[in-house]
């Protein structure tokens, strides 16, 4: 059986608003994140961690920051591409685990509606989604308040035949010419 771990992190800054989105929840704060996207930084470790279970590159390489397309955009269309992946390469998400790290806001009474925020588009049981929470001792730059940063692991069980995946070919620099002989 093809079982599969991948591990996602993520860091986003604290700027102007009234609250962040945070695995699919906006979590009211005297801040908001800054991002390209909504910046839910969550769910943005989670997409990676599923991304990188399947050796497919990162959120960045889907979505590049630099494409005016997905300015504004609701994180909940990256996680439910990577989704879609997970699908068409006959894999099932058995389990996942999300860590924010900040001093606030408190992650604690938000929890069972990250979860089912993340059951919800993933279609994967609450139960088998966890989200936690954890300071930095107010150390670094979450202790200092400046931004959120996220970690994510994500289980893959493959439940249908392996579709094959073509691997690109590595780039191979040209051949210096040979030096002319006298
Ligand atoms: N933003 C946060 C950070 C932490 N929590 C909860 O507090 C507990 C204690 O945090 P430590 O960093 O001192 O271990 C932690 O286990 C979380 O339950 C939180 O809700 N929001
Ligand atoms: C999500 C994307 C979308 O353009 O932008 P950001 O919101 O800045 O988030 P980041 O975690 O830096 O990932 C890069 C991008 O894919």
Not at 69 to 78: L, P, T
Not at 83 to 103: K, N, P, Q
Request: aromatic share 6%; hydrophobic share 40%; proline share 9%.
């Amino acid at each position: 059986m093809d079982i599969r771990t991948g591990n996602g992190f993520d860091v986003h800054r604290f700027g102007p608003g009234d609250g962040c989105w945070l695995c699919g929840v906006k979590v009211a704060h005297d801040r908001g994140l800054m991002g390209h996207s909504d910046a839910d930084v969550g769910m943005h470790a989670l997409t990676d961690a599923i991304y990188g279970a399947l050796c497919e590159g990162d959120i960045g390489q889907h979505f590049p920051p630099s494409d005016p397309q997905w300015k504004g955009a609701e994180s909940r269309i990256f996680l439910a591409h990577a989704m879609s992946r997970v699908a068409a390469r006959g894999f099932t998400l058995t389990h996942a685990d999300v860590t924010l790290i900040c001093e606030f806001p408190k992650i604690g009474p938000h929890t069972v509606a990250m979860r089912q925020a993340l059951a919800a588009i993933t279609g994967v049981d609450a139960g088998r989604i966890s989200v936690k929470a954890t300071t930095s001792e107010r150390l670094g730059f979450t202790g200092r308040g400046e931004g959120i940063a996220a970690m994510a692991t994500a289980t893959l069980v493959q439940t249908a035949p392996m579709q094959p995946v073509p691997i690109p070919p590595t780039p191979v620099a040209p051949t210096p010419p040979k030096p002319v002989q006298a």
